[in-house]
Nanobody, 116 residues
Framework: QVQLVESGGGLVQAGGSLRLSCAAS?????????MGWYRQAPGKQRELVAV???????NYADSVKGRFSISRDNAQNTVFLQMNSLKSEDTAVYYC?????????WGQGTQVTVSS
């Protein structure tokens, strides 16, 4: 069973930056998991923010392209989300997901609040 723990959320002013981390435990094969960041704002459905595959290929939602960057450190079993030029519409709970074929694991989420 893989456990995912997000950290790094908080309150930031518009235009500011935050770096989220997601630490995985319970697996010795972290490098085999595709990893993703998702977010859910109040009253809205959870949406994809960014993904990074086992091979390092990345993909981003149009709304965050050029502002957010996803990366991974397989030696530390950690995936990161660098968020720059934050906007009020980025306010949400951010979740980390690990996927191996059809098996998925989710973290508990970390709150990001951007004040305008």
């Amino acid at each position: 069973q893989v456990q995912l723990v997000e950290s790094g959320g908080g309150l930031v002013q518009a235009g500011g930056s935050l770096r989220l981390s997601c630490a995985a435990s319970g697996t010795s094969n972290f490098n085999m998991y595709d990893m993703g960041w998702y977010r859910q704002a109040p009253g809205k459905q959870r949406e994809l923010v960014a993904v990074i595959t086992t091979g390092g290929t990345t993909n981003y939602a149009d709304s965050v392209k050029g502002r957010f960057s996803i990366s991974r450190d397989n030696a530390q079993n950690t995936v990161f989300l660098q968020m720059n030029s934050l906007k009020s519409e980025d306010t949400a709970v951010y979740y980390c997901k690990a996927r191996l074929i059809t098996t998925e694991y989710w973290g508990q989420g970390t709150q990001v609040t951007v004040s305008s």
